[in-house]
Structures are given as structure tokens and as C-alpha cells.
């Protein structure tokens, strides 16, 4: 990181290289006592420089900002795969820039054992580190210990999505893997584990190509899988070009099955080219789906086939709504942006998850700012997209995802708190906001600061005491 650069001119990607322990936090504001939990992050934060080395693929490093009674604490750890371990007790790196792709001196034996990297998920009383190239990694709560590969008794293998759904109203955890035939296939899994923890359903399918799937869309009584046009290629690949690369002549496709349905019924829908990784919420309406979503019109951060980069004026995400009519006489479905902002990060009130939403959140960018590229203030939307409130940090700084914590469990839809970990770029550090969900335009109620930075990653969750 460059220490010597103005705010305005530095970020906060570089790694942290160090673990550790902040038993009381300074706030500013008053913590609302009825917060009693831990916010739990993900990202990557790589143990050893790669040069060249892709975002995606840095060793994931957990952040905990736990709340009680009005006070905070923090702690950091690795988390410990068998890739991280290899690599640091050999004092060294593995693994290069590509995705899973060994450098030339590595010992033969060591392979690709994950970096948990993108999410972080509390089911069926299990704290699952998640990425989508393996099986869940199950981490100790409190101490942020490693426990090792979570494989429901052996009965899920293969990839593991980052972004699987928690049913709100059975519990039932659904997800998905693409890759699931091997690196850079077309095929994809999906399954369920019960509110027990009891995987119930895992199956295979073959998707129209080979794409990388981060999130999916799940509603009632339907699964959504997108399969859109940042295409993977083992030949790419094995001539030491992209594995993956930003197609738009193939189309984007979007699988349409019910969820107590077979794969063999999938009903493929249609549309130009577009690229989203991130679903904020989907639900039925009569014989119509509605799924809004972060939509790009060119996949950023990954180049066409031949190394060009993707058009950077079209590489920015802005809310979308996807309109899939069951009942139709066509295989296309209808996208509408619904705001001109760009953002990414959607979060709704769990509790709608699949269902009818009125409240949604994502960061967003300052357009008035040089770097509008980065995420430095928060939206509030209503069920339509309609701006409810909008706020913007001073300039420079940045935030993360917006995780949305209920006031009760019976308290009504959106009521309740916005937390977000933003990076003060004067002060290089990072402070945990917390604001009103429904008057964000008012700013952080309270301030956690913390004394170092915590560095962009990419998803978090709140677990209540229990």
C-alpha cells in the first residue's frame, strides 16, 4: 500500500499481515443495546505476495466485531485450509495467478486445498467459511478456529457456492456449485441441507456452457440457475491464456426449475449479454418470477479471450430487474434497470429471503468523486428500486457490504440496523457504522473504531447470541 499517496488515490485492497485481538473498542455514538452478537467477514488477505495474483484468489481472512450490552470487541484470524497450511509452514507461496494454478517450483504432492475466501454463513449450528471452488469450511465461533471441510456426512461433494439461501420459513439451506464436473466445466450441482443440518437432495446437471455462476436465485417454490458469458476453458487455460474470459456472443442464459422438480424439466429463458454477481432478492408473482439483481453490462475485473480488457464504461453494476413470464409464449426474459447509481453488494431483511421484499440495500459509489469506481456511500430502496435514502462518506473513504441486523424477531420488515465496516483513508483504519436501516440518510448512529484497517473483502453475516 502506498502510505505516501493522498486518501483520495490509495485503497484498501492490500493484505493485512498480521492476526489479532481488540478486547474494547472505542465507540463514538451510543451502541444500541439490543445488538447482542458478532458480525463475522470474509476476504481475501493473502499469507504471501504472488505477483500478478488475482483478487479472487487470496487466502480468505475472518474479521469478527463482536457486540454485548453496548461494548465491542474484535478479532481477526486466517482461516486455516490446507493450502494456507501447506504455504506457511514451507514459508512461501504455491500458488500463482491463476485460479488454482501451481507455480512452477511447488512440491508435487501439495494441491489446491481452497482459500474460504467470500462468505461467511451461521446454519444448522455451524459457522461455514465458504468459497465457491470447495466444500464449506466449518469454523469454531468464538476463537475463529479452523475445523476443517463440512461434507454433511459425505453426502454433498465438489464446489460449494459463497451465496447459498437459507429458506426463511422451513430453514432449509438450498444451494449450488458450478465446475462440479471438474475445473472449467459446464456442469453444475445443486442441493438442500434441512434446518437439522441433514443434507436432503444433491444432484447434477450440464448448463448450456462452461461460466462462472457466483450467485443463483431462489424463490418458493422455484431455482434460478444464471449462466452468462464470463465463460471458463480448460484450452484457454492449458495455452496459458484466461481461463476465464468475457464472452458476449454466447448469450446469457437463466435455467428455470422448480425446486421440488428434476433437472432433466429445466426450462432455459434468454437475453443479450450481461454479466451479475450478486442477486438481491427474487420472489413470485402469479406465473411470472421477479429477480432483482446487480447487473453489468460487461463483466469487469476478467478480459475477452485474447487478453483485451473488457470496456471499463460498461463494467459497473446498477440495480436490474429480471422479469421470467412462466406462462408466456417465449423464451426470453425482460431486464429493466431500475436506477442509473452504480452499486454492488445487495442485502435485503433475511426474512423476505425468496418472498415478496419491500426493503433492499447496497453500497454504492460517489458519481461526483474521480473514483466513482469505488464503493463509498449506502442506498436504501424500496420493493420497486425507488430510493428510500441514499449516503455518502467524505471523499476517499470506502465501505463494504451492508449487513442488516432486525431489531426482533417479530419486529416488522426493515426494521432494524444497517452494519457496514468502512476504511477512513486519512487515517488508514477501519471503523464499523452502524446505522438506522430506515434513516440511513442520518448517518452512523455509532462508530466502532478499530485501530488498524480491515481490508475490501467481499461478504459477511450477522449471528445473534445465542
Not at 494454478?101 to 465458504?130: C, E, Q, S, Y
Not at 480448460?234 to 495455452?239: I, K, L, S
Amino acid at each position: 500500500m502506498q502510505q505516501d499517496a493522498t486518501p483520495e488515490r490509495r485503497n484498501n485492497i492490500a493484505p493485512i499481515p498480521f492476526e489479532a485481538d481488540a478486547p474494547f473498542l472505542r465507540i463514538v455514538g451510543k451502541l444500541p443495546r439490543e445488538l447482542n452478537g458478532t458480525l463475522y467477514r470474509n476476504g481475501p488477505n493473502p499469507q504471501f505476495d504472488t505477483p500478478g495474483a488475482h483478487w479472487f484468489v487470496g487466502d480468505g481472512m475472518l474479521h469478527a466485531f463482536h457486540l454485548e450490552n453496548g461494548r465491542a470487541s474484535y478479532r481477526n484470524r486466517w482461516v486455516r485450509t490446507p493450502k494456507w497450511l501447506a504455504e506457511h509452514d514451507a514459508g512461501r507461496a504455491f500458488f500463482g495467478n491463476g485460479f488454482g494454478r501451481k507455480l512452477p517450483d511447488a512440491p508435487a504432492h501439495v494441491t489446491d486445498g481452497g482459500v474460504a475466501n467470500t462468505n461467511i454463513i451461521f446454519h444448522a449450528g455451524k459457522l461455514l467459511a465458504l468459497e465457491e471452488a470447495h466444500l464449506p469450511t466449518e469454523i469454531e465461533p468464538g476463537t475463529l478456529q479452523t475445523r476443517g471441510y463440512c461434507n454433511y456426512q459425505g453426502r454433498v461433494a465438489g464446489t460449494f457456492t459463497a451465496h447459498p439461501k437459507i429458506d426463511p420459513v422451513t430453514g432449509e439451506l438450498v444451494f449450488f456449485g458450478y465446475n462440479a464436473s471438474g475445473p472449467l466445466t459446464p456442469a453444475l450441482s445443486f442441493g438442500s441441507i434441512d434446518a437439522s443440518g441433514k443434507a436432503t437432495r444433491f444432484e447434477r446437471f450440464e448448463a448450456p456452457y462452461a461460466s462462472m455462476v457466483h450467485d443463483f436465485i431462489v424463490t418458493e417454490n422455484h431455482l434460478l440457475f444464471p449462466i452468462l458469458p464470463l465463460t471458463g476453458s480448460v484450452e484457454r487455460a492449458m495455452a496459458g491464456r484466461p481461463p476465464y474470459a468475457w464472452e458476449p456472443e454466447k448469450g446469457a442464459y437463466v435455467g428455470v426449475m422448480k425446486r421440488k422438480g428434476a433437472s432433466k424439466d429445466i426450462v432455459w429463458f434468454r437475453a443479450e449479454a450481461c454479466y451479475v454477481f450478486h442477486v438481491m432478492n427474487a420472489w413470485e408473482d402469479g406465473d411470472c418470477i421477479v429477480a432483482d439483481v446487480m447487473q453489468f453490462e460487461e463483466a469487469p475485473l476478467f478480459p475477452h479471450p485474447d487478453g483485451r480488457p473488457t470496456n471499463p464504461e460498461k463494467s459497473f453494476a446498477r440495480h436490474c430487474r429480471w422479469t421470467f413470464d412462466l406462462a408466456g409464449n417465449t423464451d426470453r426474459f425482460q431486464q429493466t434497470y431500475l436506477d442509473d447509481l452504480t452499486g454492488e453488494f445487495p442485502r435485503i431483511d433475511d426474512r423476505r429471503a425468496g418472498l415478496k421484499s419491500h426493503h433492499g440495500w447496497y453500497a454504492c459509489a460517489n458519481l461526483r468523486l474521480p473514483m466513482f469506481g469505488a464503493l463509498s456511500g449506502i442506498v436504501h430502496v424500496d420493493g420497486n428500486g425507488k430510493r428510500l435514502g441514499h449516503y455518502l462518506l467524505p471523499a476517499g473513504d470506502t465501505i463494504s457490504e451492508p449487513v442488516f441486523v432486525e431489531r426482533s424477531k417479530d419486529a416488522a420488515e426493515g426494521d432494524g440496523w444497517l452494519l457496514a465496516v468502512v476504511w477512513r483513508a486519512r487515517e488508514n483504519r477501519s471503523d464499523l457504522a452502524v446505522f438506522n436501516a430506515t434513516d440511513i440518510e442520518a448517518g452512523p448512529a455509532a462508530l466502532v473504531q478499530l485501530g488498524h484497517r480491515v481490508p475490501d473483502g467481499f461478504h459477511g453475516n450477522w449471528v445473534g447470541a445465542q
